[in-house]
């Protein structure tokens, strides 16, 4: 086996004819051009992923920051949403309790005005009761006198003959002549 080192400094072995090829040594290569490969990253790549990880450093922190402002901003707007709500749950307490006593108080206007109207009504039925007695009391009373009249014009006309007739009307006639006389 070779050494390493001979194998990639020693030109002999290479072409000069302008073809191209690889070395198929493994050992030899590989670990020599990843060393050289990771020192070329390292030198050259260490600025840019320095550089790469301080922007992504600065858009985390700048996200943080945007974040916990936006987080102030709506802790802020739940506070007031809150203290909004707790307002207009004491409004809404508030209009409950006037609806419950102005519920209240229509339902005592009501039974006093029903309680009138009742009462007035009982004193329409008295009155119309009354009324009625008095109809038929004064019917009842016609009635009778209607009939006590006709009794007695019967029983007049049954017993009254026409000289008894013609001495009533003239005695009548004759009370009324004083009574006039008396006038004047």
């Not at 003239?170 to 009324?176: E, K, R, Y």
Request: some cysteine; proline content about 1%; hydrophobic content about 40%.
């Amino acid at each position: 086996m070779k050494n390493g080192t001979e194998s990639f400094v020693s030109l002999g072995h290479w072409p000069l004819a302008g073809s191209f090829g690889f070395n198929t040594d493994i050992l030899a290569t590989n670990l020599i051009n990843l060393s050289v490969v990771f020192g070329v990253l390292i030198f050259f790549g260490k600025g840019v992923l320095s550089d790469l990880l301080d922007n992504r450093k600065q858009r985390i922190l700048t996200t943080i920051r945007n974040s916990e402002e936006l987080q102030g901003g709506a802790i802020e707007q739940l506070e007031k949403a809150r203290a909004r709500l707790r307002k207009i749950e004491m409004e809404a307490d508030q209009y409950r309790a006037k609806g419950y006593s102005e519920i209240e108080q229509e339902k005592v206007n009501l039974i006093h005005s029903t309680s009138k109207t009742l009462d007035q009504l009982e004193n329409y039925k008295n009155e119309t009761i009354h009324f009625e007695q008095q109809t038929a009391i004064t019917q009842v009373r016609q009635r009778v006198l209607q009939r006590a009249l006709q009794g007695a014009l019967g029983t007049l006309n049954s017993c009254l003959t026409d000289e008894l007739h013609f001495h009533t009307v003239s005695a009548n006639i004759a009370m009324f002549g004083v009574m006039k006389e008396r006038k004047d």
